[in-house]
């Protein structure tokens, strides 16, 4: 528990600025040979219907391979003469019948244990703790009732979890290996997911949280594009204690951080949010670099009007219905917006509204997550890009 | 000299090669492309399938390779461009490779000479199946040419109707053509055994690669339309954004997932009847033996295809269908397990008090027990309600379809291949050679697949570029066997075409086989038989021998109660 507690603590601003992003730790496989070690209440009963009908497939095969090979020692013909046996059966109904009513009776057997334990999996208890979960290209947005939001998902341990899931573009599928569940997240749909899981695991600070040991592994495991297989996540699960602090900690961060602290702590905590699509040091990616020296930096705004704009795009700004090539003919007083603040902000909350030249329309909308302070320290931070390593660590004027 | 009347005994063997083959009746590059002959159309499909099985091979070598590591691993390869890999190698081999493989290449070949017909009921028909095939193909190769395609071989939407790269349009049009190829097929057939079978063949007389045959056809008339209907669906979505299953536009992405499966199962069973055919055929030749539980094997293919129809909603239990119509599709899923293990089963009592030749086709034939018994067994994990959410989309589902897909069909359709290899090219090959390449196939196949179940029921989700490290042994070790089972079909083709250019001439009977195509010459003349043979008890192999003279067997069909009344 005072190992855990530590661990929360270090999100303390001070302290996380100055940790060191630790290189992946290496990991096993946890478990046995067939299945990674359960942690959920429902687990056991999914383990114990896999282990039935492996057990039962061992047998089946066994014994099929040896008569099998017992046939082909026995019967093996030597040179080319056939040696015919007159007396072999054509069938044999009693074993025939026999070897269609066994399987049949031991199909019907696994088909109850699995049906059983699946209605246990799709029926969330009525207590359970709801979070709501965004999937989009490609990341997580977990939701909290306190309004709290993260890109991990943290959970309360011994309370049944609800995660009601949306989609805001393309089919995904939330799958969390060692609690044994899994269930697609369609656009236009809601769906439910629940799980228990007793064990707290701990946490670890949020830059730590992608490569940690720590915690449980969450996947998309439907296909969903690009980075279809980077958007593993992780489930830290906290007793109720913790996770009641680690909550209002989450929703509180942001207003506790001190104006002058707002873009160069703030700031990279966000920037995480954007870093699989976003760089800072001018790379490409699948969206525009902040730091793109050739099209236009973001650094300062200054060169902002250089970006070019998809001619295509449906928008009936630019200078007074003209459509615009680039962000000059949009940005200005009596245009679509009035500065490059407003610029950037309406690209984070409406992100389609306007392409930047060359790129589609990949970026997820980060309305009702975002809020005014935090797009303040986003704007903070491209402002002075140059206080920030590619990585999107601070490192202050002097480095 | 003519070929030999096939209702004489081949007793004395023919000391020239008969002038009259179907490879040599008319020569040049138009009497192949405009040929009616479903033998030469047969050999078409069974190089053009074979090409892109080495195609569909080579992007299934980059995936393994470039999982060798977590994150990048051959350099330039990206995500995107990893993403196109995988759903090129599914899409070439499920459309191109395995769904023609054994109906269109095979079946084409060997269906009308094992009925002692002339040719199938429409041969235009049949020629015109093969040009949309090809058709199809370029379509396919086409969308190279626009940008390629990262859909997955499954097409699911919105991804599919809204993916950046350009090439999808063209490829679904490929598959839509490829779709009425199929058809086209699967009519002919029909018709062709409806029609054609010689006086004396009964329904239950037939061998039983026609019966899998019948049926499969059935599936291919009854299934691909809906296919077709959905691709179109999927393209006018495209192109006119109109929306049917974007829910952007007011769609439903679930309905396509209907849609796609209602096809796509039964086209599993497009791919293992007919495999489960041949295996019947092979087992009991290469054992001499009358196959077991005739009446159960026809009954189960055909058992089967039906079930086919009912069961597609398995693939989408987490897809958020209602619990209900997940507990029906469990149920039903299950009962498509008993004429599969019924077949299982009967193979194995065909081999009892059977007198076994250990020759290629038999290897493979067995191998196919051992490798399907695996395939089938990991399906009841998947049907299973509760383990199926644990491992939907993970490699134990990659493990399980390559078993079926590949360690079953795709290996019957090699063993057909060698089992009537002589008779397609009038060649005998190596035979240590094919043994060798039999090993090397069955273990490198093994090696690859079989760490994949363990891969995916620790949870490693499939499609995936990156992987958590401790994921990386087992990928490594597959990535092994993939190396090991290219070496033994790269082998395979080598002694294959070696025998074309030094084999032994093949005997008409080189494997004591009793149906039809084992009665004309090898390779067999143009109009197969000069006048309908008579039919025999298609498994009784007592009246087989061995000929010296021959260099293969005979039938003494004096000795056979069946054929001599016949006379
Ligand atoms: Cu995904
Ligand atoms: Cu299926």
Redesign the interface.
Request: proline share 6%.
């Given at each position: 528990m005072m190992h855990l507690l530590s661990k929360i603590a270090v999100t303390a601003p001070s302290l996380l600025a100055q940790t060191e992003a630790p290189a992946?730790e290496?990991?096993?496989?946890t478990?046995t040979?067939?299945?990674?070690e359960a942690a959920s209440t429902?687990a056991e009963?999914?383990d114990f219907?896999?282990m039935a009908?492996?057990w039962?497939?061992y047998v089946?095969?066994v014994g099929?391979?040896i008569?099998?090979v017992y046939?082909?020692l026995k019967?093996?013909?030597r040179g080319?003469?056939?040696?015919?046996?007159?007396?072999?059966?054509?069938?044999?109904t009693p074993?025939?019948v026999g070897?269609?009513v066994l399987?049949?009776l031991l199909?019907?057997a696994?088909?109850f244990?699995?049906?059983?334990?699946?209605?246990?999996?799709?029926t969330p208890p009525r207590n359970a703790y709801e979070i709501n979960v965004t999937a989009y290209q490609w990341g997580w947005s977990f939701k909290y009732p306190n309004g709290a939001t993260s890109s991990h998902l943290v959970v309360p341990a011994a309370q049944p979890v609800k995660l009601v899931m949306r989609s805001s573009?393309?089919?995904h599928?939330l799958?969390i290996?060692?609690f044994?569940?899994?269930?697609?997240v369609?656009?236009?749909?809601y769906?439910y997911l629940w799980f228990q899981c007793d064990e707290p695991t701990g946490i670890v600070p949020e830059d730590e949280m992608a490569t940690t040991a720590t915690g449980h592994?969450l996947?998309?495991?439907?296909?969903?594009?690009?980075?279809?297989?980077?958007m593993?996540r992780k489930v830290f699960v906290l007793a109720e204690a913790d996770f009641e602090q680690w909550e209002e900690e989450q929703a509180r961060w942001l207003d506790k951080v001190s104006d002058e602290e707002l873009y160069s702590f703030a700031g990279p905590r966000i920037y995480s949010k954007c870093a699989n699509c976003h760089s800072i040091d001018g790379s490409a990616n699948t969206g525009p670099s902040w730091g793109n020296p050739t099209s236009g930096s973001l650094a300062g705004l200054g060169e902002i009007w250089k970006r070019t704009v998809e001619g295509s795009t449906p928008v009936t700004g630019g200078t007074k219905g003209r459509p615009g090539t680039t962000l000059a003919d949009y940005i200005g007083s009596g245009k679509l917006y009035e500065t490059p603040e407003d610029y950037i902000r309406a690209s984070i909350y409406n992100p389609g509204e306007i392409l930047v030249g060359g790129f589609?329309p990949n970026m997820p909308h980060f309305r009702g997550q975002l809020g005014d302070r935090a797009i303040d320290a986003v704007i903070g931070m491209m402002k002075n890009l140059d206080q920030f390593d590619a990585a999107g660590k601070f490192v202050g004027t002097g480095g | 000299m003519s070929t030999i009347d096939a209702s004489t005994p081949t007793a004395v063997a023919p000391a020239a090669e008969p002038v009259d083959n179907y490879l040599t009746y008319t020569r040049g590059f138009l009497s192949w492309a405009l040929t009616l002959d479903h033998k030469r159309i047969g050999v078409m499909y069974m190089f053009s399938v074979l090409l892109s099985f080495l195609v569909g091979g080579i992007f299934a070598l980059l995936v393994r390779t470039e999982l060798l590591t977590p994150g990048p691993t051959i350099p330039g390869v990206d995500?995107?461009l990893y993403?196109q890999f995988f759903t090129l190698h599914g899409a070439i081999m499920v459309f191109l490779v395995i769904i023609p493989s054994i109906p269109a290449a095979l079946g084409n070949f060997v269906l009308p000479v094992m009925l002692g017909a002339k040719d199938v009921a429409f041969p235009r028909l049949n020629l015109g199946s093969y040009y949309l095939w090809i058709i199809g193909a370029i379509c396919a190769v086409a969308s190279l040419l626009y940008g390629g395609f990262?859909t997955?071989w499954t097409f699911?939407t919105?991804?599919s109707t809204?993916?950046?790269t350009g090439g999808v349009i063209p490829v679904v049009i490929g598959v839509f053509i490829l779709g009425f190829s199929s058809i086209f097929t699967g009519i002919n057939f029909v018709v062709t055994i409806h029609k054609l079978r010689p006086p004396g063949m009964t329904w239950f007389r037939m061998p039983l690669f026609l019966w899998a045959l019948y049926a499969t056809a059935l599936i291919q008339v009854l299934a691909t339309p809906v296919l077709g209907i959905t691709l179109l669906m999927l393209i006018v979505e495209r192109v006119a954004q109109i929306g049917l299953f974007?829910?952007?536009m007011g769609g439903?992405?679930?309905l396509f997932q209907h849609f796609f499966w209602f096809y796509s199962h039964p086209a599993v069973y497009i791919m293992i009847l007919p495999a489960m055919g041949i295996i019947s055929e092979i087992i009991s030749v290469h054992?001499?033996?009358?196959i077991?539980?005739?009446?159960?094997i026809a009954f189960s293919s055909v058992a089967i295809a039906i079930f086919s129809f009912l069961v597609w909603g398995h693939h989408m239990f987490?897809?958020?269908q209602s619990?209900l119509m997940?507990?029906l599709f469990?149920?039903i899923t299950?009962?498509v397990?008993?004429p599969s293990?019924?077949k299982?089963?009967?193979w194995?009592?065909t081999?009892?008090?059977?007198?076994?030749?250990?020759n290629t086709p038999m290897l493979y034939g067995?191998g196919f027990?051992?490798l399907f018994?695996?395939g089938g067994?990991?399906g009841?994990?998947l049907?299973?309600?509760?383990?199926?959410?644990?491992l939907?989309?993970?490699y134990f589902v990659v493990a399980h379809f390559h078993y079926v897909m590949m360690g079953s069909a795709l290996i019957a359709m090699i063993g057909g291949l060698h089992h009537w290899w002589p008779k397609m090219s009038g060649r005998m090959y190596n035979e240590s050679h094919g043994a060798i390449g039999f090993w090397l196939v069955f273990i490198g196949f093994n090696v690859t697949f079989f760490t994949q179940f363990?891969l995916g029921?620790?949870?490693m989700?499939?499609?995936?570029?990156?992987?958590?490290?401790?994921?990386q042994s087992y990928h490594v070790i597959s990535t092994i066997g993939s190396y090991i089972m290219a070496l033994g079909f790269f082998w395979t083709a080598y002694y294959l075409i070696a025998s074309l250019v030094s084999g032994r001439k093949a005997p008409s009977n080189p494997w004591?086989g009793r149906s039809l195509e084992w009665q004309c010459t090898s390779p067999p003349p143009h109009d197969n038989f000069k006048t309908t043979p008579s039919v025999g008890d298609c498994y009784d192999?007592?009246v087989?021998?061995?000929d010296e003279a021959e260099g293969g067997?005979v039938v003494d069909r004096d000795a056979d109660p069946e054929t001599r009344s016949a006379h």
């Open positions: 992946a290496s990991r096993e496989l478990g040979f067939w299945l990674p429902s009963a999914t219907a896999f009908i492996t039962l497939s089946f095969f099929i391979v008569a099998l046939f082909v019967y093996r013909q080319n003469q056939v040696v015919y046996q007159a007396d072999a059966p054509l069938h044999n074993l025939e070897w269609t399987p049949l199909v019907v696994i088909f244990m699995g049906f059983k334990g699946f209605l246990d999996l799709s573009d393309v089919l599928s799958y290996p060692d044994r569940v899994k269930k697609d369609v656009p236009g749909r769906s592994h996947f998309c495991t439907e296909y969903c594009g690009t980075d279809h297989s980077n593993n589609g | 995500a995107n993403n990262d997955g699911y919105p991804y809204t993916t950046s974007d829910p952007a439903d992405p679930v054992a001499h033996r009358h077991f539980g005739y009446r159960f987490t897809s958020g619990p997940n507990t469990s149920a299950f009962s397990a008993i293990a019924i299982v089963f009967n194995l009592a081999l009892y008090k059977g007198s076994i030749s250990l067995l027990i051992f018994t695996i067994l990991t009841l994990h049907g299973t309600l509760n383990t199926d959410i644990h939907h989309d993970t363990m029921s620790h949870g989700p499939r499609r995936y570029y990156d992987y958590q490290p401790e994921f004591g192999f007592s087989v021998h061995w067997y």
